[in-house]
Structure formats: structure tokens, C-alpha cells
């Protein structure tokens, strides 16, 4: 009898775009067989503001990556961003009983540490162990079998508001699909983008997107600091429309055009025809001041990071810098612009390595969408639902009961 063959969807739902893959796991590692996306309309800063209009949009790329991987697809992946995505480092102690550590004390202290004082409409995503201490000895990945008479863990643990992680997966269920998990999207997209060892020795991920910006700062192979921000393209944008006067459409079409992140590496007699609104002439204007209406604004994005990176105290300890994804990386001149501000080495981070992956999906607005088929790893993927009691174990099976009686 012919394997069954196990498919993984994941579904990045963007204030920009909603993208859709289908994947399978093979010897050779993931193999991408469907691609669907669509314009996203109804949300807000990386927020779902309307669930209607998000479940058409997840329609809309479900049938069209169904179509491609010629399967059905009924539980996905999804993302989740929007400011009220939070990163908190947290700690536990516990005593060790009969001088050796158990798998029970290794629970007890993670329950210890994930006791955070979160606000009540707070939902733990993620516990991310970033190290156990036995008797004062750091850096222990396992320290199950260890002897000591003290065990502390350190974990950094992400929550999300539990309203927009309703009304994301509300749209999901809407759409046909229950959910079978929900990744920060700035772990997503570093899965997608960073090596192992940037993540031993230090790194940072920014992916810049429509309407957010997620960061995840990582040492000694672990997320060390995440925050998420609701500023993105969207902004540049608007500032363009602004100053020229013209829509937010003309705007954009301008921006990806002939956008740059750098005045200065803008031919001073190259111009650009800005269309009229309401009737009134198409105007020229510089291509340079483009560039200088742009600068200012992804300047203030990267000050607002680097101040977040500063404030977590891990500033200091990332030797390999940067690397900058999401659809914003886009910009030419951005990568210059992110090392001047961040005084870090910074490069481009481009999804590589994956099976199947077409010219279509070959950009880092694609980065959080290939990290949810790709998965976290096992440590990080295995927290929620078995230490947190958190939104796979405990909330999952009514959201999908309920995605029965509003289908039916
Ligand atoms: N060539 C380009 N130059 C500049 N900006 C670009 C370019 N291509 C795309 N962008 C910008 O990238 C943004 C979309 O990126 P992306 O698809 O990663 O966002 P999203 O995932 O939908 O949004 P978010 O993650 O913020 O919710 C838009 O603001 C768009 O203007
Ligand atoms: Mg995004």
C-alpha cells in the first residue's frame, strides 16, 4: 500500500500579504509542492481588525496552493505578529532532591520559571529554555542526570493577546482550516533565514513587513530577546504619499520602483513622474528626493530596534550583526543604512536550501511563511503545549469545535 503522504501547510497571515505554502518532508529534507497568496485587507499593523475580510484573503491563497500541491489542505501553521506579541525573560530555582536531577525536577523548574506575571488577556506562545544552572554551573542544555542540590533555568517566554490570537485563528477556522500550531512570526522568519552557528554566537533577526517589524535576538543557540513593533513599509509609504501628493497606491508603485534607503547612491539628475490626483497634471520630481523622503523613516525603524537590542543588555554579544528580512529588505540601500545606524554587521537574509522553491516565492517577504513549513526546533517547538498548558493544549480543541458548528 502507497504511503500516505504527510503534507505541512503554513499560513503567514501579513498586513500586506497572506501567504500560503504546502510542504512535504523528504529524505532530502523540505520539498515546497504549493504556493498560494493574496492581498491581505483586513488587518491592521500585523493585527486581524477584521475577520471577514482576513478569511477571504486565507481563501483566496488556500485554494490557489491547494490547486498548485493538488491536495486539500485542512490544519496549517499560522503566524501571529502585532504589537501585543511580547518577549519576556523569565527564571526559576528549584531544590534537587536525592543530589541528582530527574526529569520531574527538569519540569518543575521550567513550571517555576514560566510563572510570569503576564496581564490577564496575556497568552503564553512559546517557552523557550535558554539554559538550566546546577549549582551555579550555566550553559546546561539538559541537565537531567546532573548532580547538585540546585537547579535554575532561564527561559525567554513569548505571549500573545488573547483577542487577536482569537480572531487569527477565528479567520483560519472560517476559512475551513483548524489550526495545528501559532509561531511568533520573528521565530518563523529567523528559521527561515539565520544558520545554526549565527545563532551559537549571536545574531539578530529584523524582518520588516508592511505594518511590523519582528525582532528575535539570539545567543548560544537560543532567543535571548523578542519584541515586535508596529511600524513598517505601510509607513514609508505613507510619508511618500505625503510629500508628493499623490495616493498611497502611487505611493507604493514609486516606493518599489524607484525607492532607495540612501540619497546619496541616487543619480542627482534621474526624476520620476508622480501622478496627479483628482484630475490635476502628473508632475517630475527628483528620484533622489524620493530616497530622502524614505531615509528618515527607516532610520527611525532601525534606531527604534537597536534601542530595544540595548535595552535587553545582549547589545554587546552578537558578532555576526544582523540579518534583515520581510518585504522592506527589499529596499536597495537598506542594508548600508542598518549598519550605520546599528553599527553591527548587517546582511540580507533570502530564504536558501529549500526544495521546490520558485522565483515566486524566492524574496524575504516569504521568510515567516518557509520558517513555518520548515518548524522550530524540536526543544522550542515541544514547549507550549506541554509545560505552558498554553494555546495547543488548552484552547486548540474548543477553536475546532467551534470551527464545526459555525461550518455547518
Ligand atoms: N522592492 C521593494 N522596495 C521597497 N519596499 C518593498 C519592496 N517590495 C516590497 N516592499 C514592501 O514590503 C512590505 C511588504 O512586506 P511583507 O510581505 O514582508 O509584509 P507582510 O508580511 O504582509 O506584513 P507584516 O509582516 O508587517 O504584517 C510592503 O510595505 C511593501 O511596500
Ligand atoms: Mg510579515
Known amino acids: 500500500m502507497a504511503k500516505k503522504r504527510q503534507l505541512i501547510a503554513g ?15 523528504t529524505s532530502r529534507g523540505i520539498e515546497i509542492l504549493g504556493v498560494g497568496s493574496s492581498a491581505s485587507r483586513g488587518l491592521r499593523a500585523g493585527r486581524v481588525s477584521d475577520v471577514d475580510r482576513t478569511t477571504e484573503a486565507v481563501l483566496a491563497a488556500l485554494t490557489e496552493a491547494e490547486m498548485m500541491a493538488g491536495s486539500q489542505i485542512h490544519n496549517v501553521t499560522v503566524s501571529i505578529s502585532g504589537d501585543h506579541v511580547c518577549g519576556t525573560n523569565s527564571h526559576g530555582v528549584v531544590a534537587i532532591e536525592n543530589g541528582e536531577v530527574s526529569q520531574r525536577a527538569s519540569r518543575r523548574v521550567i513550571a517555576a520559571a514560566q510563572a510570569v506575571p503576564l496581564p490577564a488577556d496575556q497568552r503564553i506562545l512559546h517557552l523557550l529554555c535558554r539554559e538550566f544552572v546546577v549549582d551555579g554551573q550555566s550553559g546546561i542544555i539538559n541537565p537531567v542526570g546532573m548532580s547538585g542540590v540546585r537547579l535554575e533555568a532561564h527561559l525567554h517566554v513569548i505571549s500573545a493577546g488573547e483577542s487577536a ?39 539578530a533577526v529584523i524582518d520588516i513587513g508592511a505594518g511590523t517589524i519582528d525582532l528575535a535576538v539570539f545567543h548560544a543557540g537560543s532567543v535571548v530577546h ?19 501628493e499623490t495616493t498611497l497606491s502611487e505611493a507604493e508603485g514609486l516606493k518599489k ?14 526624476t520620476v513622474e508622480v501622478a496627479g490626483v483628482g484630475g490635476r497634471t502628473p508632475r517630475v520630481v527628483g528620484r533622489r528626493l524620493l530616497a530622502e523622503i524614505m531615509e528618515p523613516r527607516l532610520e527611525e525603524m532601525f ?20 540579518v534583515l528580512t520581510g518585504g522592506t529588505s527589499m529596499t536597495p540601500g537598506i542594508v548600508g543604512l542598518a549598519a550605520r545606524v546599528l553599527q553591527m554587521p548587517v546582511r540580507l537574509g533570502e530564504p536558501t536550501g ?48 467551534r470551527r464545526f458548528k459555525e461550518m455547518f
Not at 534606531?303 to 544582523?322: A, K, M, Y
Request: charged residues 25%.
Open 165 to 203: 490570537l482569537r480572531n487569527l485563528v477565528k479567520s483560519c477556522n472560517k476559512a475551513g482550516l483548524s489550526v495545528s500550531g501559532v509561531i511568533a512570526s520573528s521565530l518563523a522568519s529567523a528559521e527561515a533565514v539565520l544558520e545554526p552557528e549565527e545563532k551559537d554566537l549571536g545574531v
Open 11 to 25: 499560513l503567514d497571515v501579513g498586513t500586506q500579504k497572506v501567504a500560503l505554502l504546502v510542504a512535504e518532508h
Open 354 to 401: 529549500i526544495e521546490g522553491l520558485s522565483d515566486e516565492i524566492d524574496d524575504p517577504s516569504w521568510a515567516s511563511a518557509l520558517g513555518l513549513v520548515l518548524g522550530l526546533p524540536e526543544k522550542d517547538m515541544a514547549t507550549p503545549g506541554k509545560w505552558a498548558g498554553g494555546i495547543g493544549a488548552r484552547l486548540m480543541p474548543s477553536w475546532v469545535r
Open 226 to 244: 523578542s519584541a515586535v513593533f508596529a511600524v513598517g513599509g505601510i509607513d514609508v509609504t505613507r510619508d511618500v504619499a505625503q510629500v508628493l
Open 257 to 270: 520602483r524607484y525607492g532607495c534607503a540612501a540619497p546619496d547612491l541616487v543619480d542627482e539628475e534621474q
Open 303 to 322: 534606531e527604534t530596534v537597536l534601542d530595544s537590542i540595548i535595552r535587553s543588555g545582549f547589545g554587546e554579544l552578537l558578532p555576526n550583526g544582523v
